[in-house]
C-alpha cells in the first residue's frame, strides 16, 4: 500500500492547490469588478477618488425633488435606484438637460383624477440642481433618458 497512499497523497495534494488558484482568481476578478460597478454607477473608483496629495473634492448636499414627467409611461419604467437625466423640452428652443445623473430616490403611486397628464418622480439630486429642476418644470415640459 505504499506506492498507492502516496499517488493519493499527491493527487489530493494537487486538487488542493488547484481549487485554490480558483478561489484566488476569482476572488481577483470580484474586486475588480467591484471597483468598475461603482464606476459604472456614477462614483469614481476607489484610486481614482483622491489623488496623492490632494485634498478631497466637496461634498455636494443631495436633497429630494419631487418632479412632474410629461410622459407617465416613461416614468413606470423607473425604479430607485436608477440614474437619469432629465431634459427640458421647450417650444422656442432646442431640449436641454437641466440634471445629468439624478439618482431616482422614488416612484410614488400614480394619483387618481390627474388631469395634466404626467406623472410623479422623486430625484436624489445637490440642491442647485433642485432649483434648476423646478424653475424648468413650471416653463417646459420635462423627460428622463435612463443613464
Known amino acids: 500500500m505504499g506506492r498507492g497512499g502516496d499517488r493519493l497523497r499527491r493527487a489530493v495534494r494537487r486538487r488542493r492547490r488547484g481549487a485554490a488558484a480558483a478561489l484566488a482568481v476569482v476572488a481577483a476578478a470580484l474586486a475588480m469588478g467591484g471597483a468598475e460597478a461603482q464606476a459604472s ?31 407617465a409611461g416613461t416614468v413606470r419604467l423607473l425604479r430607485p435606484g436608477d440614474r437619469v437625466d432629465v431634459v427640458a423640452a421647450e417650444r422656442a428652443g432646442p431640449p436641454r438637460v437641466v440634471a ?47 443613464c
Not at 387618481?112 to 439630486?125: F, I, P, R, T, W
Request: glycine share 12%; hydrophobic share 50%; proline share 9%.
Open 41 to 71: 454607477r456614477g462614483s469614481a473608483a476607489p484610486e481614482a477618488r483622491v489623488a496623492r496629495g490632494a485634498a478631497p473634492p466637496a461634498v455636494a448636499r443631495l436633497v429630494s425633488a419631487p418632479v412632474r414627467i410629461a410622459d
Open 100 to 146: 445629468a445623473g439624478a439618482r431616482v430616490a422614488e416612484v410614488p403611486d400614480p394619483e387618481a383624477g390627474v388631469g395634466d397628464g404626467g406623472a410623479l418622480v422623486v430625484l436624489s439630486v445637490p440642491r442647485e440642481t433642485a432649483r434648476v429642476l423646478v424653475g424648468a418644470g413650471t416653463v417646459s415640459r420635462l423627460a428622463v433618458t435612463l
